[in-house]
């Protein structure tokens, strides 16, 4: 049974910094690219980040790029989502996700495997 289980969500203030991390089992991690979305109350869900299986390649949404940055380690199972210079746009409940095959990243139909979530408050 696959799991991804994110971890290191909360309450940071403006400016503030978080590392989220999302721990997968019952796959091979390394056969999987990464993925980062969130959903903010009223809104769809949308992408923030991606990584591919060798970590190689990474892809960021534009209201995230140059704040924060996606890593994964493969030993660890594990993959991570460092936010910095947060903003209370940014609040949000974030997910990981896990997809197979390369070509499209951004899109939440293209990822099979999701975990429940991480909730992050950035207030002004």
């Known amino acids: 049974q696959v799991q991804l289980v994110e971890s290191g969500g909360g309450l940071v203030q403006a400016g503030g910094s978080l590392r989220l991390s999302c721990a997968a089992s019952g796959l091979t991690f390394s056969d999987y690219a990464m993925g980062w979305f969130r959903q903010a109350p009223g809104k769809e869900r949308e992408f923030v980040a991606a990584i591919s299986w060798s970590a190689v390649n990474t892809y960021y949404a534009d209201s995230v790029k140059g704040r924060f940055t996606i890593s994964r380690d493969n030993a660890k199972n594990t993959v991570y989502l460092q936010m910095n210079s947060l903003k209370p746009e940014d609040t949000a409940v974030y997910y990981c996700?896990?997809?197979?095959?390369?070509?499209?990243?951004?899109?939440?139909?293209?990822?099979?495997?999701w975990g429940q979530g991480t909730q992050v408050t950035v207030s002004s």
């Open positions: 996700a896990a997809k197979r095959y390369s070509g499209d990243y951004y899109s939440t139909n293209v990822y099979r495997y």
